[in-house]
């Protein structure tokens, strides 16, 4: 639901919650060894990614309106080996990374924090700009999540968005409601785990 006192944090929290989603749906139609296939040796596996991506927020989002971006203490290249062993691990790495930003999300003063100058590897962004970043760079990652989930379930994979062949029944469904302002990620994020 929109919160009219802070409508740009709160339309970028639904946008960065709905990619989150796609990821967990992912995960919900694969088996263990499914995370940790890869097509080829240059190919990153699922839990590779979420190495990658958690280990990424908890860099960026860690005490950072004060500390510059790209902590000491990360590791980069390391999140692209295999570190991860098992779903359990992967799940959890993947949640601790998605709280870590989110809490820093969550403590945003709209009216004084977005123009709010922070540094990622010293090179200032406000910090709607270091948002707007992540928001391009997660999802281009949990795309390639959902790809090799396509790519191993084949037919058995059960769509994260409109199926193929329904998208005239779709916008059907769409246009005969009236018309309405929600945020189009709505949907998605406030009902149940469809594929349950």
């Keep these: 639901m929109e919160n009219r006192e802070h409508p740009i944090i709160e339309n970028l929290k639904q946008q960065f919650l709905y990619y989150k989603q796609l990821g967990d749906q992912t995960f919900h139609q694969l088996e263990e060894k499914d995370l940790f296939w890869k097509f080829n040796s240059e190919f990153n596996s699922i839990a590779i990614i979420v190495n990658h991506i958690a280990g990424n927020m908890l860099s960026r989002w860690t005490d950072f309106l004060t500390t510059d971006g790209e902590k000491d203490w990360r590791n980069r290249d390391q999140e692209f080996e295999d570190v991860l062993k098992s779903k359990v691990e992967v799940m959890a790495y993947w949640e601790k990374g998605w ?32 948002l707007q970043r992540q928001l391009a760079h997660y999802p281009y990652h949990i ?26 029944s779709y916008n059907q469904e769409k246009f005969s409601k009236e018309k309405s302002k929600i945020h189009f990620t709505e949907e998605y994020i406030n009902k149940k785990d469809h594929l349950e």
């Design 99 to 130: 709280e870590c930003f989110l809490n820093a999300l969550n403590q945003l003063n709209e009216d004084k924090d977005l123009n709010q100058i922070i540094y990622i590897r010293n090179q200032g962004h406000t910090v709607l700009e270091a």
């Design 143 to 168: 795309g390639q999540m959902v790809m090799i989930g396509k790519m191993i379930k084949n037919e058995e994979w059960k769509s994260l968005s409109i199926p193929k062949n329904e998208s005239s």
